[in-house]
């Protein structure tokens, strides 16, 4: 449930920074606000407590319906009925302080804001649409958490990027500077056995990223990853809900009439398997460039790049 750990450990940084100028000031005993917001179908209970943020609280909520939008977007409802989020403002800090998520019969969210956080961090956030997008898969065992955070890290990108909040080369960029991350190194067995932070998020977003491409390969580009998780998420309640790994995979190859998901996990999840990453980059038509990466359309898989961050309303 945590961020992925790059940025987690600026968040922490930042974090203890702030603990100690908060303690300086002294800002009294916290206060708390609620109200219930909407999100489609969907209800939201939101909770603040701290001091109130300079940006008001009433952008704390915005926030909150935007990344909600965000992951409708990508999964075409909320993913659970109800869920309760708590805010917790703490420090002096201008940034989103890291989230975490519980599932049960009745989830819940809780994140930090440092008391100034501003619009800018709040527009640009991650957090929040990662901790959401938590909430639309099953519990899984801990040897299977690389996919519930594999999941979060790559789902969270490609919904923003959907839904307009985020450039689909800033996306690109990311992916081709961290995936690496993700491939098993010296001694690392498969992703059910070797629980490193890289190997969880990155290892995990990995699988996400490969299965999506073989979906879109496989289908024409008529299905992918989002078409999976979301009759996953339709076959059950999401986070309230505990389910075997295979029963998950399952559904969702059922969803896109392929074996992709079943077929990767075998492939990554018992062996130390390092797909060739380099090579699936050039063929998606993503090149390194000085200070970036440029997105070429004349690579083989570009149509494929191009339909995994499309809206699904312009999906063909
Ligand atoms: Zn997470």
């Not at 916290?30 to 701290?50: K, N, Q």
């Not at 990453?277 to 083989?300: H, I, K, M, Q, T």
Request: net charge negative; proline share 6%; charged share 20%.
């Amino acid at each position: 449930m945590n961020p992925p750990p790059q940025r987690a450990l600026a968040a922490r940084l930042a974090g203890s920074l702030l603990v100690a100028a908060a303690s300086l000031v002294g800002l009294g005993p916290p206060a708390r606000a609620a109200v219930v917001l909407t999100a489609g179908e969907a209800t939201i209970a939101l909770e603040t407590t701290g001091p109130p943020p300079r940006v008001g609280l009433s952008r704390l909520q915005t926030w909150v319906t935007g990344a909600a939008a965000i992951v409708r977007g990508y999964y075409g409802t909320f993913p659970v009925p109800r869920v309760s989020i708590v805010i917790t403002v703490r420090g002096a800090g201008a940034g989103v302080d890291g989230g975490r998520t519980f599932g049960g019969t009745s989830p819940r969210i809780e994140v930090e804001v440092g008391k100034l956080v501003s619009d800018e961090a709040l527009t640009d956030d991650w957090v929040l649409v990662h901790e959401m997008v938590h909430l639309a898969l099953p519990e899984v065992d801990d040897e299977q958490n690389w996919l519930a955070e594999g999941i979060a890290t790559y789902v969270e990108g490609v919904a923003r990027v959907q839904a307009g909040n985020l450039a689909a080369d800033a996306l690109w960029q990311e992916y081709f500077s961290d995936m690496p991350r993700g491939l098993p190194g010296v001694g690392d067995r498969g992703l059910d056995h070797t629980h490193t932070w890289a190997r969880t998020y990155w290892g995990g977003a990995l699988y996400c990223l490969v299965a999506d491409v073989r979906i879109h390969q496989q289908t024409a580009n008529r299905r992918g990853l989002s078409d999976a998780l979301r009759a996953i998420r339709d076959a059950g309640g999401g986070m309230r809900e505990v389910w075997s790994v295979k029963r998950i995979l399952d559904a969702g190859d059922a969803a896109t009439g392929t074996t992709v998901l079943a077929d990767l996990y075998h492939d990554m999840a018992e062996q130390p398997s390092a797909p060739d990453l380099a090579r699936l980059f050039r063929d998606l038509g993503v090149e390194a460039v000085s200070g970036g990466v440029r997105l070429r359309d004349d690579a083989p898989l570009a149509a494929v790049r191009r339909a995994i961050t499309a809206p699904p309303a312009r999906r063909p």
